[in-house]
C-alpha cells in the first residue's frame, strides 16, 4: 500500500490543472508511471465537448501534443474551448449539424495538421462510419478498427460472436424478423419481464423493460422512435430480463501487437432511466475468481473483435454471481476516472499511446488493484419531478476541493449554462480512499461541499442514496432506485425553524450590505434610507418575513431588530438570539457568521430570485417565499397541460375530443437525449392540441386544452 500511495503522489504531484473554486475545481494531471516515449501524435483533434474534451486535453498536454477543439454555437465559450491549444466552429447547436457532422470534423482535423481525432464517448465515438472515414483520410481514430465497432454496436452479431468465444450470453430473440407479432410472439415465449433493446443502442437508448404483455406494444412503440433518434436504427431484439440484475463491467485494453489486459471490474448497478448514477471499482463482493473469471471473459470478448484501445465489456449479474455478456463499448466510458483511481492508471494517456502505435503501458501481472473509488454523476435534473433534466445558468458554482483522492471532472464553470440541446450532466465527482467505507464517507462530504445555484440538481439525492443503509451494505442491484423510492424520494419535510431563522436573517443582512453599497454609488454614504439598519428611537423595530413551507403553507417569521448585528427571531413557539454578520461577501453569495443562541454557526448563504440556499456540513437546502397571486397560475376551469421543459414533440397519442383517464400517454417529448411521455393529470376531455408532431417548444408552452372531469 506504501509504494502505491508513492505512486498516486507522482501521478498528481506535476502538472497541476487546477482552478478557482468558482470557476471548477480541476484534478491533478496523472502521468504515467510506465514511463516510456510520447506517443507520435504532435497534435490531436477532440471531435467532443463538455467534461470529456477537457479531459482529453489534459491527458494530451502531458505528452507533449497540441489539442484542437471543435465547437458549436451554443458552446462557443465553453470551458474545452478556452482550455485547447486551437478551436474551431463547426456548424449551430443542433449536435446533427455539429458534432454529428463527420465530414466537418475531418475536414478540420486536415485543415489545422491534427494526425489523430479523439472522439470521446456519445456522439462519434461508436460510430463505424466515422471510424472509415478517418482511414479513407489518413487520420488516425483514437479508438478500435470499423469491424470491431461493427460487431460489437449490433447486438444480435455480437452475441453469436461472443457465444462463439466462450462467453456467457443470456436467452433472447435476435432474428430478422421485426414485425410486432413476432417481437410480441418471443417475448411470450421467453417469458415475462422481457427486456427490449435496440440492436444498435447503448447508453439506456431505445431500452424497455416490459413487465407484462398488456405494456407489450407500447413500450415497443416508444423505444423504436427513441433508437432511431438515437442510431437511425430502429431494429430491436428480446432478451430475457434478469430481475435484481447487478451491473458489472470489466475495463480492457488492446493494443496494435496483440497484447490484451482488463483494468479490472466496476459495479455500475445503481441507476435511474437505465443511466447509471453512482459508479463504483471494484465491485463490491467478488470473490477473486469470480473477479478473475469475468476479467478473463472480457479479454476473449476483445480478443474476439481484434480490439484496440480502451472497451468495456458489460455484464448482467445475478444472485448467485453468474454473469452473462449484455454488451460492449467499443470506446472509454463515462466512469472510466474510478478504474483509474484504483490501478494508478491515465487510460486517456493509453488511448493516445497505443493509438500511435505503442506497446501496451503494463501487462496483466504488473496491474494491481488498490483501495476503493466511487464516481457520482451530478446531474441538472430534479428528483422530485421524475429526475426532469433542466437547462439554465450555473449562477453559483463552488464544488469541493481538488487533491490526490477528489477529482472533478467537468466541461463547465461558474455563469456557464446547461443547454438544451446536450446531455445534461455538470460534473462526475470522484473520491478514492483506501476501503469502501472510508470512501463512501469521502463521497458523502465532498457531495455536501457541492454548491450550485441556478438550476436543479441531484446533488441531496446522491447524499440520501449514498447513506442508504442497503448502499452502505453493498446490497445493489439494477432496481435500487424503484426499490427504495419512498425513501429516497420522500416529499420535502417541513422548514427546520433554525434554518428559517438563518434563512430571514440573511436576507435582512443582504438587504443591509446592498443599501449601503448602493449609498456609497450615489454618493451619500451617510444618507438614512441606505442604511437599513431597523434603528427607532424609544422603540425596537419588528418585520414579518414570509417563507413557503411544506406543502405550499406559509410560515410566519418575526424578527425584531437590536444593536448593529444583534437579532431577535420568533419562529412559532421558538424564539432565537442571532448575533454575528455576513462575511466574503460577493455580488449573490456570502458566509453568514455568528451565534444562535449562544451556539457557533457558519452557513453559506446565496440569493437567487428571492429564494435563499443555504449550505451547511448536514447539506443544502432552499427556503422560497410565497409567489403573489398575480404571478401565480390562472384558476380557470380549463387548463393547458404544459412542456416540463424544452423539446421536440416526437408523437401524439391522442386527438382532440379524447376522453382520456388519469395516466393516459398525451404526447412524447425528446429533450437532452431522452423521449418523456407526457400523461393525463386527470380524468378529462381533450378540447384542443396546440401542438404538432416536430414541433420545437419551450419549457413551459402549452401542450394541450385538457378540461378535467368535475
Excluded at 28 to 35: D, F, I, Q
Aim: proline share 4%.
Amino acid at each position: 500500500m506504501a509504494t502505491f500511495m508513492r505512486a498516486r503522489r507522482l501521478l498528481f504531484s506535476a502538472d497541476v490543472l487546477l482552478q478557482g473554486r468558482n470557476n471548477g475545481s480541476w484534478i491533478k494531471s496523472c502521468r504515467n508511471l510506465s514511463g516510456g516515449s510520447p506517443a507520435p501524435i504532435s497534435k490531436v483533434l477532440i471531435a467532443n465537448r463538455g467534461e470529456i474534451a477537457c479531459r482529453v486535453i489534459r491527458s494530451a498536454r502531458k505528452l507533449g501534443i497540441q489539442t484542437v477543439a471543435v465547437y458549436s454555437d451554443a458552446d462557443k465559450n465553453s470551458m474545452h474551448v478556452a482550455m485547447a491549444d486551437e478551436a474551431y466552429r463547426i456548424g449551430p447547436a443542433a449536435s446533427q449539424l455539429s458534432y454529428l457532422n463527420k465530414q466537418r470534423i475531418i475536414d478540420v482535423a486536415k485543415a489545422s495538421g491534427a494526425q489523430a481525432i479523439h472522439p470521446g464517448y456519445g456522439f462519434l465515438s461508436e460510430n463505424t462510419e466515422f471510424a472509415d472515414l478517418c482511414d479513407q483520410e489518413g487520420v488516425i481514430f483514437v479508438g478500435p478498427p470499423s469491424s470491431a465497432i461493427r460487431d460489437m454496436g449490433i447486438k444480435s452479431t455480437s452475441k453469436g460472436i461472443m457465444s462463439a468465444a466462450g462467453v456467457p450470453i443470456i436467452e433472447g430473440y435476435h432474428g430478422e424478423d421485426q414485425s410486432v407479432e413476432r417481437l410480441r410472439a418471443e417475448s411470450e415465449k421467453i417469458g415475462y419481464p422481457v427486456m427490449l433493446k435496440a440492436v444498435r443502442g447503448g447508453g439506456g437508448k431505445g431500452m424497455r423493460i416490459v413487465m407484462t404483455a398488456d405494456d407489450f406494444d407500447e413500450a415497443l412503440d416508444s423505444a423504436r422512435r427513441e433508437a432511431l433518434k438515437s442510431f437511425d436504427d430502429d431494429v430491436m431484439l428480446v432478451e430475457k430480463f434478469v430481475e435484481t440484475p447487478r451491473h458489472v463491467e470489466v475495463q480492457v485494453f488492446g493494443d496494435k501487437h496483440g497484447n490484451y489486459v482488463y483494468l479490472f471490474e466496476r459495479d455500475c448497478s445503481v441507476q435511474r432511466r437505465h443511466q447509471k448514477i453512482i459508479e463504483e471499482a471494484p465491485a463490491p463482493g467478488l470473490p477473486e475468481e469470480v473477479r478473475r473469471s469475468i476479467g478473463e471473459a472480457a479479454v476473449r470478448a476483445a480478443r474476439a473483435v481484434n480490439y484496440v484501445g480502451a472497451g468495456t465489456v458489460e455484464f448482467i449479474m445475478d444472485s448467485k454471481q453468474n454473469f452473462y455478456f449484455m454488451e460492449m463499448n467499443t470506446r472509454l466510458q463515462v466512469e472510466h476516472p474510478v478504474t483509474e483511481m484504483v490501478t494508478a492508471t491515465d487510460l486517456v494517456e493509453w488511448q493516445l499511446k497505443v493509438a500511435g502505435g505503442d506497446p501496451l503501458p503494463l501487462g496483466q501481472s504488473e496491474l494491481r488493484l488498490h483501495g476503493h473509488a466511487f464516481e457520482a454523476r451530478i446531474y441538472a435534473e430534479d428528483p422530485d419531478n421524475n429526475f426532469l433534466p433542466g437547462a439554465g445558468p450555473l449562477v453559483h458554482l463552488s464544488p469541493p476541493e481538488a487533491n490526490e483522492t477528489v477529482r472533478i471532472e467537468t466541461g463547465v464553470r461558474q455563469g456557464d449554462e446547461v443547454s438544451t440541446f446536450y446531455d445534461p450532466m455538470i460534473a462526475k465527482l470522484v473520491v478514492w480512499s483506501t476501503d469502501r467505507t472510508s470512501a463512501l464517507e469521502k463521497l458523502r462530504k465532498a457531495l455536501r461541499n457541492y454548491h450550485i445555484v441556478g438550476l436543479k440538481t441531484n446533488i441531496r439525492f446522491l447524499d440520501d442514496l449514498a447513506k442508504h443503509p442497503e448502499f452502505i451494505q453493498a446490497n445493489v442491484h439494477t432496481g435500487f432506485i424503484p426499490l427504495h423510492e419512498d425513501e429516497l424520494l420522500k416529499k420535502k419535510g417541513a422548514l427546520n425553524s433554525q434554518t428559517l431563522c438563518q434563512a430571514s436573517i440573511a436576507m435582512i443582512l443582504f438587504e443591509q450590505d446592498r443599501g449601503q453599497k448602493e449609498a456609497v454609488l450615489t454618493g451619500d454614504p451617510f444618507s438614512p434610507f441606505a442604511l437599513g439598519s431597523g434603528v427607532r428611537v424609544n422603540e425596537d423595530l419588528s418585520r414579518k418575513i414570509t417563507f413557503t413551507g411544506k406543502d405550499d403553507k406559509t410560515i410566519d417569521v418575526m424578527v425584531t431588530y437590536g444593536s448593529q448585528g444583534n437579532f431577535m427571531v420568533k419562529v412559532g413557539e421558538e424564539t432565537f438570539e442571532f448575533q454575528g454578520k455576513l462575511t466574503a461577501v460577493e455580488d449573490n453569495s456570502a458566509h453568514l457568521v455568528g451565534t444562535v443562541n449562544g451556539v457557533k454557526s457558519e452557513t453559506k448563504v446565496v440569493m437567487y430570485k428571492g429564494a435563499v440556499h443555504l449550505f451547511a456540513e448536514v447539506g443544502g437546502v432552499e427556503v422560497t417565499q410565497p409567489v403573489p397571486a398575480y404571478l401565480g397560475e390562472s384558476s380557470s376551469g380549463t387548463m393547458g397541460d404544459r412542456a416540463p421543459m424544452q423539446g421536440d414533440i416526437t408523437h401524439l397519442y391522442v386527438e382532440a375530443g379524447a376522453v382520456v383517464e388519469k395516466g393516459d400517454p398525451l404526447l412524447a417529448l425528446e429533450s437532452m437525449k431522452m423521449e418523456y411521455v407526457i400523461r393525463a393529470p386527470k380524468k378529462g376531455t381533450i378540447e384542443r392540441i396546440l401542438v404538432a408532431k416536430g414541433d420545437n417548444v419551450q419549457k413551459n408552452a402549452p401542450l394541450v386544452v385538457f378540461n378535467k372531469e368535475k
